[in-house]
């Protein structure tokens, strides 16, 4: 099982608001031969950590690729600067936000990538959509053993 986080939480200038730019990311995806199985539903989601930034736009997506991990990263951060996503102050906010979560089980504490995702099973934000569309509690447990 491959996951994918998305979050956004501006909007583009040419796409829209941030659930349009999660559809058109699912899309852009799609287009670079990654097979998407299954979409959570759209959440809101207040800033981690809190500050006054507009609420987010999450979601998990189940997705079958050929890709490697590290090149499945490559086409996620290739993406995420299509959308004008420019790497600076940690925790900004931003038009788009895709995170390699899970891939195939893979352990790797060092990466890149570093996987599981290092703070995935601690944020609100990826579990709660990742529930609608596997089980939450077992890959918890399976990380955890």
Request: glycine residues 6%; charged residues 25%; proline residues 8%.
């Amino acid at each position: 099982m491959i996951l994918i986080g998305l979050g956004s939480n501006l909007p583009h200038p040419e796409i829209g608001d941030s659930a349009s730019v999660l559809r058109e990311a699912l899309a852009r995806l799609h287009a670079k031969g990654v097979k998407i199985l299954r979409v959570s539903p759209f959440i809101a989601t207040e800033p981690v950590p809190v500050s006054d930034q507009p609420w987010y736009q999450n979601a998990v997506c189940a997705v079958e690729s050929a890709l490697s991990a590290r090149d499945l990263l490559a086409v996620l951060h290739e993406i995420e600067a299509d959308f004008g996503r420019v790497r600076g102050v940690r925790n900004a906010a931003r038009i788009l936000d895709l995170d390699l979560l899970i891939y195939h089980g893979k352990r790797d504490p060092v990466g890149p990538p570093i996987l599981p995702h290092p703070r995935m099973f601690e944020r609100d934000f990826v579990m709660v959509p990742l529930a609608t569309i596997a089980d939450a509690e077992a890959l918890r447990a399976e990380f955890d053993a």
